[in-house]
């Protein structure tokens, strides 16, 4: 196959490989930038890819390999390695600043009291929920219709936000 023709091939197929580069990256620039690297690396290593193979799939595998590659190197920036003598291996990120262990008790004991504020039929359905239970399990387990069981948990839900909005971070 000539470079003209593999190159063809390719450009049919990059519609489909940005939406996939969107999920992975979440960002419309940042998915262009990976569709085009890809195209690049796809283009440059033309004699690795067999014809009759499946080049969709090639062009995906060189995607995911790209894109894992770059979060790599982006984590390794965002770290540190602390050289004092205990070599400890911390990251500067501001996101992993620890809180009070006393506050997350506070919370807890919020969380279990709006809990207990709920009547009997909505608190039910939501703790077999929130324990692992499925709709149609409980629905069994409390002999009432699926239906109920979904409506008394959406208000269980509704009342626990009104009762712990003090916590909401919009």
Known sequence: MTAIE???L???VTQSLRPVA?????DTDDAKD???ETMLKALMNQ???KSGTNLKAWLYTIMRNTFINNYNKITKRSSHIDSTEYLQFFNTDENYITQ???TATFVMN???KAIAGLSEEHRAPFMMYYIGYKYTEIAEKLSIP???VKNRIHIARKELKKSLKVYRQD
């Open 100 to 102: 009070n262990k006393g």
């Open 47 to 49: 004699e690795k890819f």
């Open 10 to 12: 390719i450009q049919r």
């Open 6 to 8: 593999f190159s063809n």
């Open 34 to 36: 990976l569709v085009q």
């Open 146 to 148: 699926i239906g109920t």
């Open 110 to 112: 919020d969380i279990e």
């Open 22 to 26: 969107f999920n992975l990256t979440r």
